[in-house]
């Protein structure tokens, strides 16, 4: 059998260079200790330290999130629920992991009581459906008593370059549209851009829709043009990926009627947006930051054209108190809304944890991680790798080969059979 410690680390390079997924390199990283040498973590590529702008705002804090579908690796489709939606939350100043609501930016509380000490991600399969990032910018108000701080929470779009992964530009919409490049000390201001609900980068390219569905489309020399409006003026808008495509949908709210979708999608060609019938396969999710795409495929569900949202989305631009929220499911196909915990084949998707995820075959030794965690952790595994998704919880590599990961290309990474030299992996560990 072949020792893939043995690979020339000109080819390991290579192909680490073409993960683009941050937890295809923790997979990769994690075959054997080789591996970890050769290829470095994927990191944040800046971090904020109050850079200002004539808006008189700086950004000091930049969040990621991370949408990961988990499924068991045995594949039974029939057992309910069949996967499991978690949003990770990472700072970018190496701060701990948390484990977070699908739809809010608040941590998971009041895990069962069987929730495993340690849960072994290697049996499962880990899906990235997509991430976003949200920056934390200060501005101050002159009240002629005092100086008025606020703070504020914001969406923030990177695009990096397919060849250096130190050359970005940061696309942020705080009071005003403003670009950074990597290496400046300062903010390019849009002026005169107002009530913007949504950004996005999109084929090399940043959009920007406001609330009367005007879309300015701004290149990397930051030349603007403009797509012809969509939607209702005074709508709810959100920019979302969906496979190869960008779409606009339109959050409608009718007194005493509930809410509506519509849904468009922008031909490049033409430079317009078309309104569709139907997503089709595509289940979309809302946030109070944005919104991921995936197909129904990956969650074994026949159904798509569906679309999962909190509630006071179309009202408040921040995350209202998650103790007053409720979530819901809308089908496009019907027109209907419905609260999601009405809905139990969907609800199962978020909260509790599957059966199979507290399950016995999940449950590694803690007294095995510790072991072997030991040397992996003090010599190869830096600290901003270990994942701390609520307090007594980390990820910390172990001794155990990957079995396999599968993502929505269809690849895979790792190796089906242990190799002689494999000393890491992957693993979820509640103390």
């Known amino acids: 059998m072949a020792d893939w410690s043995q690979l020339p680390q000109e080819l390991l390079v290579l192909i680490a260079e073409r993960l683009e997924a941050r937890f295809d390199v923790v997979r990769f990283r994690s075959v054997c200790c080789s591996w970890r040498s050769y290829v470095p973590p994927k990191l944040y590529p800046f971090r904020p330290t109050y850079l200002r702008t004539l808006c008189g705002f700086s950004l000091s804090l930049s969040t990621r999130y991370t949408f990961y579908l988990l499924r068991s690796s045995r594949g039974d489709e029939t057992e309910a629920p069949a996967c ?14 948390q484990l977070l609501n699908p739809f809010s930016d608040s941590k998971l509380e009041s895990l069962p009581r069987n929730f495993p000490k340690v849960l072994d991600l290697t049996n499962f399969q880990v899906i990235e459906l997509g991430h976003q990032y949200v920056g934390l910018y200060t501005w101050f108000y002159e009240h002629p008593l005092d100086l ?26 705080f009071r005003c549209l403003a670009f950074l490049r990597s290496g400046e000390k300062e903010w390019t201001v849009l002026e005169h851009v107002n009530d913007i609900q949504d950004i ?17 489309v701004i290149d990397q020399s930051l030349n603007v043009s403009f797509l012809p409006h969509v939607g209702s003026p005074r709508s709810r808008k959100f920019l979302v990926k ?71 989305l179309v009202d408040s631009p921040r995350d209202p108190n998650p103790e007053f929220r409720l979530f819901f499911v809308f089908d496009l196909e019907t027109g209907t809304a419905c609260p999601l915990e009405n809905c139990p084949a969907y609800c199962n998707l978020f909260w509790p944890p599957p059966q199979w995820v507290t399950s016995s075959e999940s449950v590694i030794s803690l007294t095995e991680v510790i072991s072997n965690s030991t040397h992996s952790i003090s010599s190869a595994t830096p600290e901003n790798e270990c994942m701390y998704p609520e307090s007594g919880f980390v990820l910390s590599p172990t001794a155990i080969t990957p079995k396999r990961a599968t993502y929505p290309a269809g690849k895979e990474v790792g190796c089906e059979q242990p190799s002689p030299s494999s000393k890491c992996s992957f693993k979820f560990c509640c103390f």
């Open 148 to 173: 008025i701080r606020y703070d504020d929470r914001k969406k923030l779009v990177l695009q990096q370059s397919s060849t250096n992964c130190d050359d970005f530009i940061i696309f942020a919409s």
């Open 84 to 97: 499991w939606l978690v949003k990770i939350g990472e700072g970018s100043h190496g701060d701990k992991m």
């Open 242 to 312: 969906s496979h190869d495509n960008l779409l606009a949908v339109e959050m409608l709210s009718h007194p005493g009627k509930g809410v509506g979708f519509r849904a468009f999608r922008m031909s490049e060609e033409d430079h317009k947006w078309d309104e569709m019938e139907s997503l089709r396969d595509r289940i979309l999710f809302l946030g109070f930051h944005g919104a991921v795409s995936a197909p129904a495929s990956e969650f074994y569900w026949g159904k798509g054209n569906l679309i999962f949202y909190p509630g006071g």
């Open 200 to 216: 996005i980068s999109f084929n090399e390219k940043f959009y920007a829709i406001d609330l009367n569905g005007k879309t300015r």
